[in-house]
């Protein structure tokens, strides 16, 4: 018998594959002309939903991931944390007071970039937008492996 349920899911499922990357424009050209839409609202959440976060951190099993992570990347955390003592004191302008790093970008920066981890260039850091930290990223990743 016609499973119009089965047949849908399966008729989206490929069409997804086929036009990946036509969607993947299409959802990144919605996601910048929305995109204060969306901070707001994301603000608008956090706001609301203040109690719930709370809760959701304070969930053994999320507590141990953080811990976990901390444990294993303590030069990143350390680092992480030192940006961020000097943003809030002054001594380090917001990131998002700076333009990307990245030769030919242009874009807002949104993070602070670590080059070394090492305890003397803590402070060492690159704005960079989003998309160019990723994909900085990614590099070093694949470089590494």
């Known amino acids: 018998m016609f499973d119009r349920k089965e047949y849908q899911k399966e008729y989206s499922r490929r069409y997804r594959e086929t036009h990946k990357t036509e969607i993947k424009l299409h959802k990144k050209a919605y996601t910048e002309a929305h995109k204060a839409e969306k901070k707001a609202y994301s603000k608008a959440w956090r706001e609301t939903h203040k109690e719930e976060t709370k809760a959701y951190r304070q969930r053994p099993e999320v507590k141990q991931r953080a811990n976990k992570y901390y444990l294993s990347h303590p030069d990143e955390v350390k680092a992480k944390d030192v940006v961020h003592y000097a943003v809030r004191k002054g001594k380090l302008p917001r990131a998002s007071t700076k333009t990307c790093a990245r030769v030919g970008c242009g874009k807002q920066a949104e993070h602070y970039h670590h080059p070394s981890y090492e305890k ?26």
């Open 120 to 145: 003397q260039h803590r402070l060492d850091v690159l704005p960079m937008c989003r998309a160019c930290h990723r994909e900085t990223h990614e590099l070093l990743k694949r470089i590494a492996s």
